[in-house]
């Protein structure tokens, strides 16, 4: 299993837009991709609905850009805009980890130790989000041992909460590749580009820029995310790009 593990500072920052546009911009020069989300919950929430707009449900746009199946890439759903560990004990379940990382395995076409394609992986929430009462989006992240992104709003309050996730993915051992700020504007403010230079400095890390994008469509999609493939020196749009690293042996940029 080789990939990416896509987190973010908070809920609603933009973590999904970041996974399908890595997604698209890699299927679009012709990688083999794979989405997983481990949980996912909201679905039958009238305001995420009405949040979404014309933008389908995270599980199916991932499903959309990477070619699967809606269900294979998040195994686990719940109506309720809670977090997982409570949606699942609404329905009267508990949610195995174990299970969690069966199903990115899955998810991956992984079998015997062969590879079967790319992986992004999309968390719920931010690192401390409780998926069981004993395990975190960072522990799960940390069983995976795939390079973590941080997806963080590029505006007001983000320097806190994004240096605050740095620390906690690091704590745990975990090699966090990039920040990435999304939706960058095309005339950023003199705010946001502080906001990037600090916590580039201050987090010791590399903070890129995705755009906003206009529509759910896989060609929008790829073109708003490759730029940040190429930044990030994803195997898109060219067949010889470099290869992410298996798990295990994460690397930094």
Request: aromatic content about 2%; glycine content about 10%.
């Amino acid at each position: 299993m080789r990939g990416l593990f896509v987190t973010a500072t908070d809920t609603g920052v933009g973590k999904t837009i970041v996974s399908a546009a890595l997604l698209a911009a890699m299927a679009a020069g012709g990688e083999l991709v794979r989405a997983y989300k481990p949980v996912i919950t909201g679905l039958e929430d009238p305001a995420e609905i009405a949040a979404r707009g014309r933008w389908p449900p995270d599980h199916e746009l991932l499903a959309a850009v990477a070619g699967m199946d809606p269900h294979a890439v998040a195994p686990l759903r719940y109506g309720p805009a809670v977090s997982p560990h409570l949606a699942a004990q609404l329905a009267g379940e508990r949610i195995d980890p174990a299970r969690l990382l069966a199903g990115a395995h899955a998810a991956a076409g992984t079998r015997a130790g062969t590879h079967a394609g790319t992986l992004i992986v999309e968390g719920v929430g931010g690192l401390l989000t409780p998926l069981a009462q004993d395990c975190t989006v960072c522990d799960l992240a940390v069983r995976m041992g795939l390079p973590v992104l941080i997806a963080a709003r590029p505006g007001l309050g983000t320097i806190n909460h994004t240096l605050l996730s740095l620390r906690a993915a690091r704590a745990a051992g975990l090699d966090v590749r990039a920040v990435v700020l999304t939706p960058w504007p095309a005339q950023p403010s003199a705010l946001e580009r502080s906001n990037r230079s600090t916590i580039a400095h201050l987090g010791e890390v590399a903070v890129e820029c995705l755009a906003s994008v206009p529509s759910p469509r896989p060609a929008e999609l790829a073109r708003a995310g490759a730029q940040l493939a190429r930044a990030l020196g994803l195997p898109a749009l060219a067949p010889s790009a470099v290869a992410l690293p298996a798990v295990g042996r994460p690397v930094r940029i």
